[in-house]
C-alpha cells in the first residue's frame, strides 16, 4: 500500500447547508479536488469534494452526503490523506514531507545524529526535527544551510550543525555576557 499524505484538515463548519472551512496543505488549494475520494488517516472514512471556493486563508467546502450544519460539525479536525502515488512529481530540491520522515540524519562528516520524526512549521519556515538514539530531539532550520544535502534514494539527510549545537566551548561562546575580569 502506498504512504498517505495529508493533504488538508476539516476546520469548523461554515453556514447551515453542510459546509466548511478547509485548510489545505497542497501548493495549489484546489489541487484537492483532482485528487479523487479523500480518506481520514484510517481509511476507515471517504471524503468527496462537491464544492470549493476560496476564502481569506482558507477553502469553504462541502463534501458529497453532507446537507447539513450538523454533519458537518462532527468533522471538524478531521484530516483527509490521499496515497503518495496521486500526488505530482517533484522539482529537485523539493520534497514531501512523508518522504522524509524516517531517513538517517548524519553530520557533514558522517557521524550519525538519529532519524528524522518530522517537518515542522509554525509560521516563520519548515523546520527539521531528528531523533538522536538518546534525549530530546533536534529542532533546525530546514534550509540549503543547515540541510545541504537530502539524498532520498541513499535514506539520509546530511546536517551541518551550528557550532552552539556542536558542543562548543560555553565560555567561548560570544554571545555570553562579559563578566568582570574577563580578559
Request: include cysteine; proline fraction near 7%.
Amino acid at each position: 500500500m502506498s504512504a498517505l499524505v495529508c493533504v488538508a484538515r476539516i476546520g469548523a463548519a461554515h453556514g447551515v447547508r453542510g459546509a466548511v472551512k478547509l485548510w489545505t496543505f497542497t501548493e495549489d488549494p484546489f489541487a484537492i479536488r483532482r485528487y479523487g475520494p479523500l480518506s481520514s488517516k484510517d481509511g476507515k472514512r471517504q471524503f468527496e469534494v462537491a464544492t470549493a471556493r476560496e476564502a481569506r486563508d482558507h477553502l469553504v467546502a462541502t463534501f458529497k452526503g453532507v446537507t447539513t450544519r450538523d454533519e458537518a460539525e462532527r468533522l471538524n479536525g478531521i484530516e483527509l490523506y490521499v496515497p503518495r502515488g496521486k500526488l505530482p512529481a517533484t522539482e529537485e530540491d523539493e520534497y514531501y514531507h512523508t518522504d522524509l520522515i524516517g531517513l538517517a540524519a548524519v553530520t557533514t562528516d558522517g557521524n550519525a545524529l538519529g532519524r528524522v520524526v518530522a517537518i515542522q512549521n509554525f509560521g516563520a519556515g519548515d523546520i527539521i526535527e531528528i531523533a538522536p538514539p538518546k534525549g530530546p530531539t533536534l529542532l533546525l532550520p530546514f534550509s540549503n544551510a543547515v540541510v545541504p544535502e537530502v539524498d532520498l534514494k541513499g535514506g539520509r539527510v546530511v546536517i551541518a550543525l551550528p557550532q552552539e549545537i556542536e558542543g562548543e566551548d560555553e565560555d567561548a561562546s560570544p554571545g555570553r555576557p562579559r563578566e568582570r575580569g574577563d580578559p
